[in-house]
């Protein structure tokens, strides 16, 4: 009972949980566009994703290698940089590092690789 909680059911909470966590957000203050672009990009692809804190990175989880080149490609296309991403609990995660509109990384996050 416990493995099958583990290979499905924890994951997609937490994907559901990571989707309601923004959409939160975003009823109680403003989101920069360039975060609310790549959030929506990655959800439209149908991976969950949120941001990380004050903005300029998203957060997300997605299902396989073909969702995780399908995120890299939309995403890189917008300017953001994938910084890492691990697996566990039959859930993939990732974490991006956006730019601004003029290309710049977001100040807050010019320090982390």
Avoid: W
Avoid at 17 to 44: K, S, T
Avoid at 67 to 75: A, F, G, T
Avoid at 83 to 112: E, K, M
């Amino acid at each position: 009972m416990i493995e099958a909680l583990s290979a499905t059911a924890i994951p997609e909470r937490f994907a559901t949980l990571m989707n309601e966590n923004f959409d939160l957000r975003r009823c109680i203050m403003h989101i920069d566009e360039q975060d609310l672009r790549l959030v929506e990009a990655a959800r439209q692809l149908g991976a969950s994703a949120k941001l990380t804190g004050s903005g300029g990175a998203i957060v997300g989880a997605f299902r396989d290698d073909e969702m995780q080149r399908q995120l890299s490609q939309r995403l890189g296309a917008l300017g953001a940089e994938l910084l890492g991403h691990s697996g566990t609990f039959g859930l993939h995660s990732f974490i991006y590092r956006g730019t601004d509109l003029r290309g710049q990384v977001h100040p807050l996050h010019a320090n982390i690789d």
